[in-house]
């Protein structure tokens, strides 16, 4: 036989004492790992405040959208109206309440059947190989270029009353593009590793590749899509109520600024159309605030680029300095760890 | 070589594309306007464009679906879009022809500034990380979501009626004829340069976070630390090593998001009254004047077609991977 | 007993450009179970290709791969079956384990996947596993592979590659990315796990040390040629191929520290 006596082996390889209880709680935590950060928390925050709102506008508003109060037409802010009336007397605090709702349902909508979209055609599109891969990446590229806008413009205009979902759908058309792109491009990379290969090698089934083993890895990436795309359906949805494309009777942000557009508000009466902007403005903040935490999460680089240099900058050494001075107490920095350096793949 | 074929290749099956949805866009419309609008008109219009006007779109049941498409291929390449209803019955392409030098000049202008301005300011804030320029950050990430009409309004309101600067509408003053005179070209200026400024503000917001982050990624490779090793000029490693790399992801995004500008600038004319191709196709679309219609959202794909050609183009001088490399 | 026999492998892969690359040309060998055969080479000599036309990750472009006589099947549940036969374990361990899964997960999708023991027996057949390899159960088993270090991960490659208990083994440069000191155990480890299942090892290397420590035959490939093949002993002390030779003087010879160089090739 060929093996002389193998060499002895020590016990068995020990783990690190400290072993985690593995509950639901902090396995769930691990999927949501990506939001665990300053930038996210704080886009979630108030994403969840408008979501909030949307959710119990009934409640909290003062007024019908509709009511009218004849006494104060185009009046300022003020305790009654806390921001200012309409030229027909509509408070406007409580239209951009229940606008809320409409502004959240078609973006969230667009954003999922987008992000389905792009995800079934963009990981298809990287894992097979060949002309499919080529023909499913010139499809994606035609819906790319062709600009979305005046498609949507035109669409639109065909219907009297579009439902939700219809102009959720049109957003959704024109906008999986961009995600179903670069899930071609991730999923193309994931496909040439070793463990993919190791999971053909056993025999798993084409499904069960793409779904348990690919796309547990392709989340952050699906994550920041949707997030994208709800932003552009949000932005893409005001829009058209602004130009008026969208019949009125969908109460949005955007059908605000169209009532205050065809209603000469400009310029006087600013708590009319400012509001309602910064709303659009901080909603999309919010979400990519969102964007930005997952994108740190994805690239380490960027988590600790800014730490990294203020750290060093405490000690007097200026990361963009072209000459590293030799300090006479040089050993002063004993320990890596002082410079917030963390670097997973020292681990052994 | 073979990459240029390919490239050529997509862009071809691309513009095919466009102009095959343009062929069925009317097709799937509602109702019928265009024969009701021929036969309100009967006398007023020649037989050759009421031919053309049938083969745009499908007025002719006669004809199979196959044949149609042949003929609305050949009405193409002689150049003729139709005419337009609401232009006392122009041709479509002189209509368009009219107005795409502002639409193009204007996006061509801000989104070029936006771009430089932007990726520059993103590289010197990547580079200095750490410090107090990052605080650009969030006012970044807000102006890159403020709606452009919104800030067009307010650019308005606040430069135009209130302070009084800037003329708020329209390309050139009334009733002054386009010419090549040095006025002239004052007035385009003096007319353009809020609509300009409130693209620009409005995009630069997605250059610099994108550029920042690029540059970060960049920065921490080994060839710039290589780079500072060797002694060169901080300024050196910053534009020749760093934002070099970092600019060509930024390029593929920027034709990426061609088509999303262009969404941008339909509005932004809207409400600025600029004789460009947008606000043409939000007055057509109100008018329901279909060649018209039809004929810009051709135009405009085949534009933004172009100009990704363009950046493409761009790309693969720029990067002399792309040329050996296959996607 | 079980035979896998090569038969006058060809394998040509198009490259985009410059036309045609032969990766395997003509090659032939037998591997037999309880038997182990190094197959050495440099990089880009074939011998990951060997390995995956044995995986079916890529198929033949003329000659035969024959199991037992038959020649492999390429399709449905006959390929399943020579897949339970034939595992591989994957040279580099951070890269060969999917690092949204748990251990748990590695090791139980191919006993789930071939059936090898009832449902309600599996979480034990883990443990067993993970005990032979040496792994402490518990502490591994919900743990995600960036938690484990790549001697430890590696170990669990190899426990994946055992769970269906295959007849044959094909270990692709299993060690050449692990800390030299722990090599030794990795390697001792498969050894013993051979003896145990009487499995055939096809032990692909560019290590000739440890090429001719463990294995039975030696086959040296270059360019896709088989230039050498035979008792493990023989090929290193007497080998016939210039570059056979080559590379054994390649390889470092404490003893030779304090000699003057004899040959061009040998590192002093």
């Known amino acids: 036989m060929t093996f002389p006596n193998p060499v002895a082996v020590a016990a068995p390889a020990a783990l690190p004492v400290h072993t985690r209880k593995r509950t639901t709680l902090s396995r769930l935590g ?69 606008g809320t709702r409409g502004v959240l349902v078609v973006g969230f909508t667009a954003g999922v059947i987008a992000t389905i979209i792009a995800v079934a055609i963009g990981v298809t599109a990287g894992y097979v190989t060949g002309w499919r891969s080529e023909s499913l990446s010139a499809l994606t590229n035609v819906f790319l270029v062709i600009p979305g806008l005046p498609l949507i413009i035109i669409i639109a205009s065909q219907y009297e009353n579009p439902s939700l979902l219809l102009i959720s759908s049109v957003l959704a058309i024109t906008g ?31 499904y069960r590749i793409i779904a348990v083993e690919m796309l547990p890895n392709l989340t952050a990436i699906i994550a920041s899509s949707f997030v994208g795309t709800v932003i552009a359906a ?43 902007g910064l709303c659009i403005a901080l909603l999309g903040m919010a979400l990519s605030l969102i964007n930005f935490g997952i994108d740190e999460y994805v690239n380490p680089r960027l988590r600790s680029a800014g730490e990294r240099a203020r750290a060093m900058r405490k000690k007097g050494f200026v990361l963009s300095d072209s000459v590293t001075a030799v300090r006479p107490r040089a050993a002063a920095v004993k320990n890596p760890s002082d410079l917030g350096v963390t670097d997973a793949s020292t681990k052994h | 070589m073979r990459f240029f074929l390919r490239r050529t290749a997509f862009y071809a099956f691309t513009a ?148 009084g600067w800037f003329p708020a509408s329209h390309a050139y003053d009334k009733g002054t004829q386009p010419s090549f005179t040095l006025e002239f070209a004052g007035q385009v200026i003096q007319h353009g340069f809020l609509p300009a400024l409130t693209l620009v503000i409005g995009s630069l917001g997605g250059w610099i976070l994108g550029m920042r982050n690029m540059m970060i990624t960049v920065l921490d490779e080994d060839y710039v630390t290589v780079a500072q090793a060797k002694g060169l000029r901080p300024s050196r490693v910053l534009v020749n090593y760093a934002a070099r790399n970092a600019s060509l992801p930024q390029l593929s995004s920027f034709a990426m998001s061609l088509g999303f500008i262009v969404g941008g600038t339909l509005v932004m004319e809207l409400v600025f009254s600029y004789p460009g191709a947008g606000k043409l196709l939000l007055d057509a679309t109100t008018a329901k004047d279909y060649p018209l219609m039809q004929g810009l959202f051709l135009v405009i794909t085949l534009t933004v077609l172009v100009a990704n050609i363009l950046a493409d183009v761009a790309y693969a001088i720029l990067d002399p991977r792309t040329r050996q490399m296959e996607a | 007993m079980t035979t896998l026999e090569f038969k006058n492998v060809t394998k040509k892969y198009r490259v985009r450009g410059s036309g045609e690359l032969l990766a395997l040309d003509k090659v032939s060998f037998t591997l037999t179970s309880g038997q182990t055969i190094a197959l050495v080479g440099q990089s880009g000599s074939g011998k990951s290709t060997i390995a995956k036309i044995l995986t079916q990750l890529e198929r033949v472009s003329s000659g035969d791969v024959l199991l037992d006589g038959t020649p ?20 580099d361990p951070f890269a060969s384990l999917n690092p949204a899964h748990t251990i748990r997960h590695h090791i139980e999708r191919p006993l789930r996947l071939d059936k090898v023991v009832p449902p309600d027996q599996v979480e034990e057949e883990v443990f067993r596993l993970l005990t032979r390899v040496r792994l402490a159960p518990e502490q591994t088993i919900d743990r995600r592979p960036h938690e484990l270090s790549g001697g430890q991960r590696q170990r669990v490659a190899i426990a994946r590659a055992l769970a269906s208990r295959p007849k044959l083994l094909i270990a692709d440069e299993p060690v050449s990315m692990l800390d030299v000191s722990i090599r030794l155990e990795v390697l001792n480890l498969l050894a013993e796990l051979q003896s145990e299942a009487n499995l055939g090892v096809l032990y692909i290397t560019h290590d000739l040390a440890t090429a001719r420590h463990f294995s039975d035959e030696i086959m040296v490939l270059h360019h896709g040629k088989v230039v050498e093949h035979g008792k493990a002993d023989e090929v290193i002390l007497t080998p016939k191929h210039d570059y056979t030779l080559a590379l054994r003087n390649a390889s470092p010879d404490p003893e030779k520290h304090f000699a003057a160089p004899t040959t061009p090739g040998a590192t002093s």
Do not use: C
Not at chain 1, 33 to 61: E, H, T
Not at chain 2, 92 to 118: N, R
């Open chain 2, 16 to 163: 095919w594309a466009a102009i095959t949805i343009n062929f069925f866009l009317p097709r799937m419309m509602k109702g019928d306007p265009v024969s009701a609008y021929l036969q309100k008109n009967q006398g007023r219009i020649s037989p050759e464009a009421i031919d053309s006007l049938r083969t745009l779109f499908g007025l002719d049941s006669t004809k199979s679906l196959f044949e149609q498409y042949i003929d609305y291929w050949q009405l193409l390449f002689s150049g003729d879009l139709g005419r337009s209803f609401s232009k006392g019955l122009a041709p479509v392409t002189d209509v368009i022809a009219s107005a795409i030098p502002w639409t193009v000049g204007l996006v061509g202008i801000a989104t070029v500034i936006s771009f430089v301005v932007g990726t520059s300011i993103g590289a010197y804030i990547g580079w200095r990380r750490g410090s107090k320029a990052d605080g650009i950050v969030p006012v970044a990430t807000f102006f890159s979501t403020v709606p452009y009409f919104w800030m067009g309004l307010i650019a308005i309101a606040i430069f135009s009626t209130t302070l």
């Open chain 1, 234 to 276: 949000v932005l893409g949805l005001t829009t058209l109520a602004f130009i008026g494309v969208i019949p009125i009777t969908n109460l949005n942000w955007g059908t605000i600024l169209f009532w205050a557009q065809q209603n000469g508000a400009f310029p006087e009466f600013w708590w009319w159309y400012v509001p309602a």
């Open chain 1, 176 to 206: 999986w593009a961009w995600g179903g792109r670069v899930l071609r491009a991730q999923t193309m990379s994931l496909r040439n590793r070793d463990f993919i290969q190791a999971a053909r090698a056993n025999g798993e089934p084409l």
């Open chain 1, 30 to 98: 691990q999927t949501f790992a990506m939001f665990r950060n300053g930038k996210s928390l704080a886009g979630l925050a108030i994403l969840g405040f408008f979501v909030l709102i949307a959710i119990f506008g009934d409640w909290i508003a003062p007024y019908g959208p509709l009511d009218k109060d004849f006494q104060a037409l185009r009046q300022a802010p003020s305790w009654v109206h806390w921001l200012g009336t309409t030229h027909m007397g509509e408070d406007v605090l409580s239209q951009l309440i229940y």
């Open chain 3, 72 to 91: 492999i099947p390429t399709w449905g549940r006959p390929l399943r079956r020579y897949r339970q036969t034939v595992r591989m374990v994957f040279q």
